[in-house]
C-alpha cells in the first residue's frame, strides 16, 4: 500500500493554457474523488468515480474541466483555458465502495496550480 | 442542503492544555459526521467519524468528538496537546453515498 500518488506536485502556468493532473490511487479501490482546496478554505467536492463510471459531478466542475478515469485504476483531471481563480490545491482520493459510505477516504498530498 | 460551519479560523493553545474544536452541521437526514487533520505537506487523514450509537466516539491520536443532536454540533476535543498536533482540522459531514461536505477548516497552533 503505497497510498495516493498525484502529479505534478505543483504546476505554475500562464493563463490560458491547459493543464492535466494525474492521480494514481491505492491498488483495489474502486473509487476515486477529486476535490479543490482554495486558500483559507476546505476541501470543495469536484466529480467522484466508481471503477471508470464518472457518478456524479459538482456544479463547480465547469465545461472546461473534464476528469476521466478510463481502466477504472489512475485517473486525470484537465482544465482547459486555465484562468486565475483556477489557482488551487486539487485534492485526490480515493476508497473501496464500503470506507467511501463509511467516509473513510484516503488522501493524496495534493497537487498546487497557479495561474499567472 | 448540507453543510458545515467551523466557527474558529484559528486556535492557539499551550502544550498539554485541553483542546476543543468546534462544528456545527446542517443536514437534512442523519448525518454520518467525520473529523480529519491535514498536516504541513501531508494529504488529510480520517481522525474519527461518526454514524450512529455512542454520541462520543473515540478517535486515532487520543482525540474523540462527540455528537449532541439538539445543538447539531459535533465538537472535537484532546485532553492534553502536543506540539505535534499543529495542523489544520477540518469536519466534514456526508452519508451513505453522498460525497462529503467539508467546513473552512479550523488551524491549530501549540505553543510551549
Known amino acids: 500500500d503505497t497510498g495516493v500518488s498525484q502529479d505534478p506536485r505543483h504546476k505554475i502556468t500562464k493563463r490560458g493554457q491547459n493543464v492535466t493532473f494525474r492521480c494514481d490511487p491505492i491498488s483495489e479501490h474502486n473509487r476515486l474523488y477529486w476535490y479543490r482546496q482554495t486558500l483559507g478554505q476546505g476541501p470543495e467536492f469536484l466529480t467522484y468515480f466508481q471503477n471508470e463510471a464518472q457518478l456524479e459531478k459538482s456544479r463547480l466542475l465547469s465545461d472546461r474541466f473534464s476528469a476521466e478515469r478510463p481502466k477504472g485504476s489512475f485517473s486525470t483531471l484537465e482544465i482547459q483555458r486555465t484562468e486565475q481563480g483556477d489557482s488551487a490545491m486539487y485534492l485526490c482520493?480515493?476508497?473501496?465502495?464500503?470506507?467511501?459510505?463509511?467516509?473513510?477516504?484516503?488522501f493524496g498530498e495534493g497537487s498546487r496550480l497557479t495561474v499567472l | 442542503a448540507q453543510s458545515v460551519t467551523q466557527p474558529d479560523i484559528h486556535i492557539t493553545v499551550s502544550e498539554g492544555a485541553s483542546l476543543e474544536l468546534r462544528c456545527n452541521y446542517s443536514?437534512?437526514?442523519?448525518?454520518?459526521l467525520f473529523w480529519y487533520v491535514q498536516s504541513p505537506g501531508q494529504g488529510l487523514q480520517l481522525l474519527l467519524k461518526y454514524f450512529s450509537g455512542d454520541t462520543l466516539v473515540q478517535g486515532i491520536k487520543g482525540f474523540e468528538a462527540e455528537f449532541k443532536r439538539s445543538q447539531s454540533s459535533f465538537n472535537l476535543r484532546k485532553p492534553s496537546v502536543h506540539w505535534s498536533d499543529a495542523a489544520e482540522y477540518f469536519c466534514a459531514v456526508g452519508g451513505g453515498n453522498t460525497p462529503l461536505v467539508f467546513g473552512k477548516g479550523t488551524r491549530l497552533s501549540v505553543i510551549a
Open positions: 443536514y437534512g437526514a442523519t448525518p454520518y
Open positions: 482520493a480515493s476508497s473501496d465502495s464500503g470506507r467511501a459510505i463509511t467516509g473513510e477516504l484516503f
